[in-house]
């Protein structure tokens, strides 16, 4: 039986959410907000999963309206904020992603504030993925490698990204079926599960029927069984 040790979840939907039910699409990211907290406190209980990768912030999303982006660093920097006594009571261990240094000194700070406080713990390590792109993500790994003496190998890279953990499971809710530069790398190997939920109507239990899914498939990994 498989075992989705490393799960990354594409969190699509969150604008069209808000946007369906009349609202402005801010509203839509503060009820998202609460499903990421609901999704990693489930994910944090069940032993079965090691790892819990959320696309949070893309390399691309800088070009949506102004005032839609500087409401997400707000509310990624009181969502930090707000959950880090949550993270140290389920003994998550939080990893972020991505190149933090476009974000301000204020977010950088409380990003890296979390990331120590949260170190002894471990349980699940949660990851947002944050200013993140596989491709940018692929091309500092490069750059940092390319004065080494011998070739690079594929481990010499696996282990200059900054994820550096295969994935077992990827999930996209929002009804899109693309991976949109999200894990390319870690994800050469990993069940897609699509779903047309939006994700502020995510919940724990439709992942758990998806985890049952995976866990009856048969993974060959480009071999035969």
């Known amino acids: 039986m498989n075992r989705a040790k490393h799960i990354a979840i594409i969190m699509d939907g969150n604008g069209r959410w808000a946007e369906l039910q009349g609202k402005k699409r801010i509203k839509g990211h503060e009820k998202g907000a609460q499903v990421v907290k609901s999704i990693t406190t489930f994910c944090s209980e069940n032993p079965e999963i090691e790892r819990l990768t959320l696309y949070a912030f893309s390399t691309e999303n800088w070009k949506r309206p102004r005032l839609e982006v500087e409401f997400l660093m707000k509310l990624l920097e009181k969502h930090l904020t707000n959950e880090l006594n949550s993270y140290i009571v389920n003994n998550v261990r939080f990893e972020p992603i991505g190149d933090l240094r476009e974000f301000s000194k204020s977010l950088q700070k409380t990003i890296q504030n979390v990331k120590e406080k949260t170190a002894h713990c471990d349980g699940l390590v949660q990851s947002l993925a944050l200013n993140y ?25 696996s282990n200059a990204l900054d994820c550096k953990h295969s994935v077992d499971l990827l999930i996209r809710t929002g009804g899109d079926h693309r991976l949109s530069n999200f894990l390319l790398w870690q994800a050469a190997y990993a069940e897609l599960f699509f779903c047309d939920t939006l994700w502020p109507d995510f919940t724990t239990e439709e992942l758990e029927k998806i985890i049952k899914k995976f866990t009856k498939i048969e993974r060959r990994f480009g071999g035969l069984k």
């Open 133 to 157: 792109g596989s491709q940018n993500e692929i091309l500092r790994a490069v750059n940092n490698l390319k004065n080494q003496d011998d070739d690079i190998t594929q481990v010499m890279l």
